[in-house]
């Protein structure tokens, strides 16, 4: 058993007594001294937290680290942010590592009496505002705010979700060992196999480093959110494996399956706004997979079971062959992150690809450029980015933008128009350009600008002013991919 004990009361009165006060104001014995000649020290919040307002030494026991009222309690410091996007007030800064996959051990446990489980039975949870956009050395953590924290125990849905992520990690490891004459060769396989079938947990690194439980980032956003009083609404039938999201978007495809847009959005009672084009928006999308699962809201991201799955709704129109009609826009870049990244673990676009699940909703035009209100809902497709696409297509795009920026390539070009020889001007009567990123013409992946107002270029890098830019897929290159999935 640890050593350091407390009641819950005494804890809340120590940790209410800190506050929204700065980690370096409460550091009493000194802890960020050691980050004057080490600058990237490694969870120098958590080191102030236990030494400087509990009081003890750090250690490395894999046992919980507190007893509180009698029972064992795993602390864990975490850092939050505010959102780029959207509405919530915080949002996790990251996954959040539990234990190590003791591969040898867990192939013995079962779910209640394993390491995993009791480092997560009963938690005591720190948040400190990370309040930066950019990596910064370990002596900054000094200035940031404690925000709060919770004793966290996971209700009864989480739990049986947890014990189900934890059993197909042993299970997959126990077939392994059953199958195989050398298993080490195929620990590899752990984190890439499992990605598209866990709901709450993941693990990292990959292998031949040792890898470790991770609660998602978005399970520990989640967690925030209840805290800070963002929960998100739950859905009437619940759903604790993603066996059994497969079989209920089957359910729901059943029912709409050859209907077009109109005639489900008239079905569930949604009302129809037409845009300047006479149709609706493709945004639309989203509303009605929210409201096919019983839910009145706009984004997956307010039902409970997506919020925790990181999941984005996707719209993917076909034509009757099943080629696909445009290509797909997904993430901002932030180019703050990408030059300041330390290893790939940092990477917030390789992070995005990879932590990501995305709920296609495959429709088929019912004739050449039809309206999104006359196209016919195919169904659904569940969809991870492959690995290979990450190691390949995505590592050669980020590499590509940091050697334009990095060894100041990076111009910006005129849009010519090609029949008269001249710079095109836009709507607005500012001559059209975009940086030299890798175009559609000649990538499967690149970047496109967008901006609510086409007069002013919101950034600036290498003296170049540019629109928020975007990745996008190619439709074809999506296509192939999707064709691996099966259609719900």
């Known amino acids: 058993m640890p050593k350091h004990t407390f009641t819950k009361d005494e804890l809340i009165e120590i940790f209410d007594g800190v506050k929204n006060k700065t980690l370096g104001s409460v550091d009493k014995n000194n802890v960020f001294d050691k980050t004057k000649d080490k600058p990237k020290i490694t969870g120098i919040a958590g080191d102030v937290v236990e030494q400087s307002i509990l009081g003890y030494p750090a250690d490395n026991k894999q ?8 029972w064992p309690v795993e602390l864990k410091t975490t850092g939050i942010r505010r959102p780029k996007r959207g509405n919530g007030l915080f949002e996790a800064k990251e996954p959040m590592s539990i234990t190590a996959v003791s591969i040898n051990k867990i192939v013995k446990e079962e779910f209640f009496t394993s390491n995993f489980w009791h480092k997560l039975e009963k938690m005591l949870l720190v948040f400190y505002h990370y309040d930066s956009e950019m990596t910064v050395p370990a002596a900054e953590y000094a200035n940031f705010l404690i925000k709060g924290y919770t004793f966290h125990e996971f209700n009864e849905l989480d739990e049986i979700r947890l014990k189900n992520d934890w059993e197909l990690v042993r299970d997959f490891l126990i077939n392994i060992q059953e199958t195989t004459n050398n298993p080490e060769e195929h620990y590899h396989r752990l984190s890439s196999e499992l990605r598209s079938e866990l709901t709450l947990i993941d693990t990292a690194p990959k292998y031949p480093n040792p890898p470790r439980f991770r609660l998602k980032r978005s399970t520990v956003s989640s967690i925030v959110g209840d805290y800070f009083g963002e929960a998100s609404k739950r859905l009437s039938k619940d759903i604790t494996s993603m066996k059994e999201l497969d079989s209920e978007l089957r359910r729901i495809a059943d029912i709409y399956r050859n209907k077009t847009v109109q005639e489900i959005m008239n079905q569930l009672g949604i009302d129809i706004k037409l845009n300047k084009k006479g149709d609706v928006s493709k945004n639309i999308s989203e509303q009605i997979v929210c409201k096919m699962f019983g839910v009145d809201v706009k984004k997956l991201s307010k039902i409970e079971l997506f919020d925790k799955l990181d999941m984005s709704v996707k719209t993917i129109t076909q034509t009757s062959k099943g080629k696909r009609t445009e290509d797909t826009k997904f993430i901002n870049i932030d180019f703050e992150n990408m030059l300041n990244q330390e290893n790939e673990e940092e990477s917030q676009l390789l992070n995005y690809f990879l932590g990501k699940q995305f709920l296609y909703v495959v429709f088929e035009e019912t004739q050449s450029k039809s309206k999104l209100l006359d196209n016919k809902f195919i169904g659904f497709k569940r969809f991870v980015f492959p690995d290979e696409f990450i190691k390949s297509e995505l590592q050669k795009l980020e590499n590509e933008i940091k050697d334009l920026i990095l060894n100041d390539k990076l111009v910006d070009v005129p849009d010519i128009d090609s029949k008269t020889g001249k710079q095109v001007i836009n709507k607005t009567g500012v001559p ?22 086409s007069t002013k270029k919101p950034l600036t890098i290498n003296g170049v002013d540019m629109y928020y830019q975007q990745v996008w897929i190619k439709g074809k290159l999506m296509v192939e991919m999707l064709n691996y999935f099966e259609i719900k």
């Open 63 to 70: 046992e919980a680290d507190l007893v509180v009222n009698g």
């Open 432 to 453: 059209k350009s975009a940086p030299n990123f890798p175009k559609s013409r000649t990538s499967n992946l690149f970047l496109r600008g967008t901006s609510s107002d």
